[in-house]
């Protein structure tokens, strides 16, 4: 008996059938069968079915006399279907790689529940990906299982089928099945969450839903939108019969209103001719299955259908005007600090005042956090104030002087500033003035193309204004190079009037002047236990790619090869926090203590610290990481299209700071064999950081802040030399 019966109708999608078996034969989870339905399809799905079926035993095809429609082509398949758990795929849509085998770890964590909810993402046809806005839902019903009486909020997920796996003797014990029509999901989906005595969920995209240009049935327009209204006659005739299940009526009657004025209000849905019988029916049904008051928002279905036509044009109206109201606000706003701004730079600099930023106003970060803690020490007579988003502001460490961008208060204090710090550039909005001093830290050492070496590589510049950027760069007086090839590339990637400082990197401070213990209290925080190895790995994005992530390696697998006494920790890039990447098994692996999920973790030096060893891509992590002195691996397995994509200054897999994979079977040998750590890795680390780790001596930041602050010119970096492209270059005298 297999642990899942996929259950697949099928119909009139022979462009997507290949792709959605696919997803789901060559999961790394293989005790399943598919449960294949050809809904008398015109097209050449059969065909592909018996395709399948003739090379794969765990494909079972059943071809229908007649279409019958999704719903009745579930039914169909579920009589053939010998599996524990119940799935049902659309087979437009897909599974993502590693979900099954996700479904059956957490099915065994929680002894087989009635029902398993798991996370989705919407694949949209023009290449996007959105992940479920509800996904907090998921993660925050807990550990353990829950009826829907103890955690109601699992109801406003969206009601569909296809976003959870049932066990097989729940759903033929209570002889749940989907009847004939449009929405067949709702009532099938609300019974079965209220009749399950044990539901669980997976925090973990586990299907990619398609949004396809044209083809979604529901995006039809058609009458056929009518049956949402027997549907839920169905939902209401299911509770009758449950009276246990009365206390659930004004919550149905409720969801049941609001779905159907959604429907409404698409343009897409109804014919235009037919939608005041559609507001007739739905109010009908509203006052059949009313009970206790009626909410504000769905007050007008006590109305007629002339009102609800009055109201939706009143509240059209109603943003058309506030929409303009917001733009004349926010042109008369922009006049008034036009002036403002003419009057304060009228008024002198304050040769006390620096401003910082970091990674676009996130908080006390990176290499301006390093040169902020030195001046305070060095210089605490020069005031400082950093650049916050509002959202970072409860984040920021006790004492720390902030304001939000673009403020009024932001427009005082920068208009009066001396020194500007920052790692990327100030807003096109801020004036630079004479006499002020801007610093740019940057991010690190640069490995792929930045700038305007962009220019030639239309995939990587995408979103990128790359003339802006380098009129906003203009405004720097000094930049910061850690090494001469940074030197050079800024040189190169900027072609603007600035001074090359070569500081070291501010950031990489407390790295070169790191003490054996120094990562023992961020292990401590992160619950890794003591002597434990602990493996880094710091992936980058991806250019070749929407939204820029690719799982280059199976996590779960890698954590289990490190073996026992190590500990994986995963830090994305912080483009990649907010997006779907950590749903697609990372939080997941987080919570069940696999491994450390690090992103949110605000300062990566502390993160650096606390490791064994570095295993990256293409970060620029790997040249900060050098200064430690400890074992890097590079897992190069697409260097090819990342070079091809992005652009990069060299061949990292030749001058590389240590081995380096060209698959999982090669980095998973480097680790057990021990070749991570030996003597050919030292040899490879040493000149790699004799090349980019050359002006890092630890003193970087107080460097900075004597020099550009302090005007000391008995610092070790107080000569001039002439660089190219009207460039000066500061070096050690």
């Known amino acids: 008996m297999p642990r899942f019966s996929v259950i697949v109708p099928v119909f009139k999608v022979q462009g997507f059938l290949r792709e959605c078996l696919d997803s789901v034969l060559e999961q790394s989870y293989p005790d399943l069968e598919v449960i294949a339905v050809d809904d008398c399809s015109p ?63 957490r099915l065994d964590e929680t002894a087989d529940p009635d029902v398993l909810v798991f996370d989705y993402a919407r694949t949209y046809w023009w290449g996007g990906t959105r992940r479920n806005v509800l996904a907090h839902v998921l993660a925050e019903a807990g550990d353990g299982t829950f009826t829907a009486a103890q955690h109601p909020e699992i109801l406003e997920l969206l009601m569909v089928v ?96 609001e779905h159907c004025l959604d429907i409404l209000a698409k343009p897409d849905r109804l014919p235009e001719s037919d939608k005041g019988e559609f507001f007739r029916r739905t109010a009908a049904l509203f006052r059949t299955h009313g009970s206790g008051p009626v909410p504000a928002e769905l007050r007008v279905l006590q109305g007629g259908y002339a009102r609800y036509v009055v109201r939706q044009h009143a509240a059209r109206i109603g943003r058309a005007l506030d929409e303009r109201g917001q733009r004349v606000r926010a042109a008369a706003t922009e006049r008034i600090r036009g002036g403002w701004s003419a009057v304060q730079e009228h008024r002198p600099l304050d040769p006390d005042l620096a401003v910082y930023s970091a990674f676009s106003h996130r908080g006390v970060l990176g290499d301006p956090a390093a040169v902020h803690r030195a001046a305070r020490e060095l210089a605490p007579h020069i005031r400082a104030v950093w650049v916050v988003r509002e959202d970072q502001v409860p984040l920021l460490p006790p004492g720390i002087e902030h304001v939000t961008p673009d403020s009024l208060r932001y427009r005082q204090i ?230 091809a994509s992005r652009g990069a200054y060299f061949d990292i897999t030749a001058d590389a700071p240590g081995h380096v994979a060209s698959c999982y079977r090669e980095l998973a040998w480097l680790f057990a064999s021990g070749a991570w750590r030996d003597t050919e890795s030292a040899q490879l680390r040493a000149g790699f950081r004799a090349r980019f780790c050359e002006f890092d001596d630890g003193r970087a930041a107080e460097r900075v802040v004597r020099t550009l602050m302090l005007g000391e010119r008995d610092t070790p970096v107080p000569v001039r030399v002439p660089a190219p492209a009207g460039h000066d270059v500061r070096v050690s005298s």
């Open 162 to 257: 296809w976003n959870k796996v049932y066990r097989r003797d729940f759903v033929e014990r209570h002889g749940f099945a989907f009847p004939p029509g449009y929405y067949e999901d709702t009532p099938w989906t609300f019974p079965v969450l209220l009749s399950a005595g044990r539901i669980a969920t997976l925090d973990r995209i586990c299907l990619a839903y398609r949004q396809r240009r044209q083809g979604n049935i529901l995006s039809t327009t058609s009458r056929k939108h009518f049956d949402v209204h027997e549907q839920y006659e169905r939902v209401f005739a299911f509770v009758d019969a449950h009276p246990e299940l009365s206390d659930w009526r004004p919550y149905l009657h409720r969801k049941m209103g």
């Open 43 to 105: 097209d050449g799905c059969g065909a592909i079915l018996d395709e399948y079926a003739a090379r794969d035993p765990r494909v079972k095809v059943l071809h229908l006399p007649q279409n019958v429609g999704l719903g009745r082509a579930r039914n169909a398949g579920m009589p053939h279907a010998s599996g524990d758990f119940l799935l049902f795929l659309d087979s437009d849509d897909t599974l993502t790689p590693g979900a099954l085998r996700a479904m059956a770890d």
């Open 414 to 643: 920068t208009a009066r500033a001396t020194y500007f710090v920052n790692n990327v550039n100030w807003p096109g909005t801020l004036v630079k003035r004479p006499g002020s001093v801007h610093v740019h830290t940057h991010q690190g050492t640069p490995l792929k193309h930045m700038a305007a070496d962009l220019l030639d590589k239309p995939g990587a510049r995408h979103g990128f204004d790359v003339p802006q950027m380098l009129r906003r760069a203009d405004r720097w007086d000094y930049s910061l190079v850690a090494n001469r090839h940074s030197e050079l590339v800024w040189d190169r990637a900027y072609p603007c009037h600035f001074t090359s400082l070569r500081t070291g990197s501010p950031r990489n401070d407390v790295l070169v002047r790191a003490t054996p213990d120094a990562g023992a209290a961020v292990r401590a925080r992160l619950g890794i236990p003591d002597g434990h190895t602990v493996v880094l790995y710091a992936p980058t994005r991806r250019d070749y790619i929407r939204g820029g992530h690719v799982d280059r390696i199976d996590l779960a697998r890698f954590a289990d090869d490190l073996g026992e006494g190590h500990t994986l920790v995963v830090r994305l890039h912080p483009s990649l926090a907010d997006g779907p990447a950590r749903g697609l098994g990372l939080a997941e692996l987080h919570r069940r203590g696999v491994l450390v999920d690090a992103t949110d973790e605000p300062h990566v030096e502390e993160l650096m610290l606390a490791s064994d060893a570095l295993v990256t891509d293409y970060s620029a992590l790997m040249f900060d990481y050098a200064n430690l002195d400890r074992p890097i691996v590079i897992h190069a397995d697409d260097w090819g299209a990342y070079a």
